[in-house]
Antibody
Framework: QVQLKETGPDLVQLTQTLSITCTVSGFSLTTYNVHWVRQPPGKGLEWMGAMWNGGGTDYNSAFKSRLSISRDTSKSQVFLKMNSLQTEDTAKYFC????????????WGQGVMVTVSS | DIVLTQAPLSVSVTPGESASISCRSSKSLLSSKGITSLYWYLQKPGKSPQLLIYRMSNLASGVPDRFSGSGSETDFTLKISKVETEDVGVYYCAQFLEYPPTFGSGTKLEIK
């Protein structure tokens, strides 16, 4: 069955770099797009960026040049890397698959809660 | 970016009664292909969002038919008939017409 699982640190120091891995199963990264969405505590959802099935990427301009998304198709993994972390980057980070027919984010990982500490 | 405005902020419902949530878009979500790219999600407490409705009015797989979506190009409604206790959580509308995809601020449904 389709599964996505995020792994990453619980705590990141101020101004440091965040690295999260999304490991997927039940589908191929060369067939489906995978997106990153984050949610600060008690707040709403914010789209961060996408890894397209063809290997390209797209980013929310809100993250300017801080964000990088890449993948390793042989390991079925998508990577998020964001530098210059600030306290407002404290959030739960999700990866999600985009359905081919619905175009919606149809499967989500459980998310990883990251706290940026000074 | 397309802004989605949800109302109300929260709703309290007696089990068995109905609830409606509104979502208004700052721009038409009707594509040139005639598809309205408005989606509804439910995020249950402590869980990831789950897809309820896609393309304004289509029920996602496994979602009870108590849920229904309707609307126009900019004004949308999620209706939950015969609310059950398992329906508690925060409901979000989302648009995937343009990038970046954006979400409404959420409507919290509570049980009386």
């Amino acid at each position: 069955q389709v599964q996505l699982k995020e792994t990453g640190p619980d705590l990141v120091q101020l101004t440091q770099t965040l690295s999260i891995t999304c490991t997927v199963s039940g589908f191929s990264l060369t067939t489906y797009n995978v997106h990153w969405v984050r949610q600060p505590p008690g707040k709403g959802l914010e789209w961060m960026g996408a890894m397209w099935n063809g290997g390209g990427t797209d980013y929310n301009s809100a993250f300017k040049s801080r964000l990088s998304i890449s993948r390793d198709t042989s390991k079925s993994q998508v990577f998020l890397k964001m530098n210059s972390l600030q306290t407002e980057d404290t959030a739960k980070y999700f990866c999600a698959r985009q359905g081919r027919a619905t175009r919606a984010f149809d499967y989500w990982g459980q998310g990883v809660m990251v706290t940026v500490s000074s | 970016d397309i802004v989605l405005t949800q109302a109300p902020l929260s709703v309290s419902v007696t089990p068995g009664e109905s609830a409606s949530i509104s979502c208004r878009s700052s721009k038409s979500l009707l594509s040139s292909k005639g598809i309205t790219s408005l989606y509804w999600y439910l995020q249950k407490p402590g869980k990831s969002p789950q897809l309820l409705i896609y393309r304004m009015s289509n029920l996602a797989s496994g979602v009870p038919d108590r849920f229904s979506g309707s609307g126009s190009e900019t004004d949308f409604t999620l209706k939950i008939s015969k609310v059950e206790t398992e329906d508690v959580g925060v409901y979000y509308c989302a648009q995937f017409l343009e990038y970046p995809p954006t979400f409404g601020s959420g409507t919290k449904l509570e049980i009386k």
